[in-house]
């Protein structure tokens, strides 16, 4: 946790002048600020990116346009991620320049404790990708106006709560005036929303409500405005570890891009997958400038990211859901994580696992019309290890067992047997390795 303290000189009077002043001396004039997680943001960029692009390019059928656009913005994404690794040094002489700086109080008693860590390097990563976004419609061009209204009212937004929550770094605003601060910075992307305003109900409720499609009006703007608070407020509130806000950041990213995918690979309806895809548009350079932040983040942490960085995130999470127009359970599925530990990264997973689920057995899918081919599937194998990493092997089985007693009962299939202990080893294997977050 970055707790904040002005420059004072009391330490430097307890001891000898002599010795003390060089030491407070070289962390100013070079302080140890590096990309030291450099080489495992690496790796997890090619682990994610396998069963990504595989996705893309070999399990569904994926017009064209579609998969150029994705690539180019990938592509500038990466010249995104390799700026932003260069800039945030850079920065953080500026930053320690004017004092903003704290010290990490889960290191006291360490030769780490009494390092200045510079503060608020959220801004360099939130101005990389409004840069980056910006950019990206030069080279990806659309008739849809309509679009790239939203789309840069979304970035208006995003540049809007990121210079609040760089205010809030500097003047540390009071709590009460956070919560206002996220629904003023959403009104641009509010005022230019021009989607559909009605909800698929889901199929359990179905029989209550009395329809299968409700239309809210004028409530569901009402609800993104609650909803860009919430996001801005769930991120930051989970500050406390190094590398957990980004760490978050990075695992729900990765889910959104990998659920995007699945929705645009299965979509029928052009505006529904034309949503995904912009959705992506978004995400993908959240992503890679958060990887960026996050090679400095992880433990021991030589920056600290500030409430500019949970307030960009947030608000672009807030910001994905409304254009991507998800449906409640997959949208609400970022509001029930609430844990100040690091399993919040795994708890991120498994909600958005169960919404997924949630959200198809709404559209009517007849889970029990598939065979084990298509199951064995890569879209559904994914799904099934994404689900049992986060998730207890009973639970598993009973939300299987429901969804499907003919093929997801592990006693019934001998290979989905051996997939759920392939799954809980590697279950354990993704606790232990989030567990350095």
Avoid at 126 to 140: C, D, E, G, R, T
Wanted: proline share 5%.
């Amino acid at each position: 946790m970055a707790a904040r303290k002005r420059a004072t000189s009391t330490t430097l009077k307890t001891t000898e002048p002599g010795p003390e002043k060089p030491k407070s001396e070289t962390p100013a004039a070079e302080p140890p600020i590096r990309p030291a997680k450099l080489a495992t943001i690496l790796k997890f960029f090619l682990i994610f990116s396998i069963p990504y692009f595989y996705l893309i390019f070999a399990h569904y059928r994926i017009d064209y346009e579609i998969k150029r656009s994705i690539l180019i913005s990938s592509f500038v994404s990466g010249i995104g991620f390799l700026i932003a690794v260069k800039m945030i040094p850079v920065a953080s002489k500026y930053v320690l320049r004017r004092n903003l700086f704290g010290y990490d109080i889960n290191k006291n008693g360490t030769p780490d404790g009494s390092i200045k860590v510079p503060e608020s390097l959220g801004i360099v990563v939130a101005i990389v990708f409004l840069a980056v976004a910006i950019l990206f419609q030069y080279f990806n061009l659309t008739a849809d106006s309509n679009w790239l209204v939203e789309y840069n009212a979304a970035l208006a937004s995003i540049c809007f709560i990121t210079l609040l929550g760089f205010v809030d770094d500097v003047l540390d605003v009071p709590w009460r005036v956070k919560l206002v601060l996220p629904s003023i910075a959403a009104l641009p992307l509010l005022m230019a929303y021009a989607g559909h305003t009605t909800i698929i109900i889901p199929k359990p409720l179905v029989p209550y409500v009395g329809m299968d499609i409700l239309d809210l009006g004028w409530i569901y703007k009402l609800y993104m405005g609650l909803l860009a608070v919430f996001c801005t407020n769930s991120i930051n509130i989970h500050a406390g570890i190094n590398g957990l806000e980004v760490g978050q950041t990075v695992v729900i990213a990765c889910a959104i891009l990998i659920h995007n995918i699945m929705q645009i690979g299965v979509a029928t309806d052009l505006e529904h997958k034309q949503a995904h895809v912009f959705s992506i548009y978004l995400v993908q350079p959240l992503l890679a400038t958060s990887l960026a932040l996050l090679s400095f983040n992880w433990y021991p942490s030589s920056v600290f990211v500030g409430d500019t960085y949970t307030y960009f995130a947030g608000m672009t999470m807030a910001v994905v859901g409304i254009l991507g127009h998800f449906r409640f359970p997959r949208t609400l599925s970022l509001h029930y994580s609430h844990e100040t530990q690091a399993h919040v990264l795994i708890n991120a997973f498994f909600l958005l696992s169960l919404s997924w689920l949630a959200s198809y057995l709404a559209h009517d899918i007849d889970f029990q019309s598939n065979s084990v081919d298509d199951i064995l599937d890569a879209g559904y194998m994914l799904w099934i290890l994404l689900l049992s990493s986060v998730a207890p092997h009973r639970l598993v089985q009973v939300i299987y067992s429901t969804t499907s007693p003919r093929f997801f009962r592990p006693r019934q299939s001998p290979y989905v047997k051996a997939c759920f202990r392939n799954c809980i080893t590697w279950k354990q294997s993704c606790r232990a390795g989030l567990s350095c977050f």
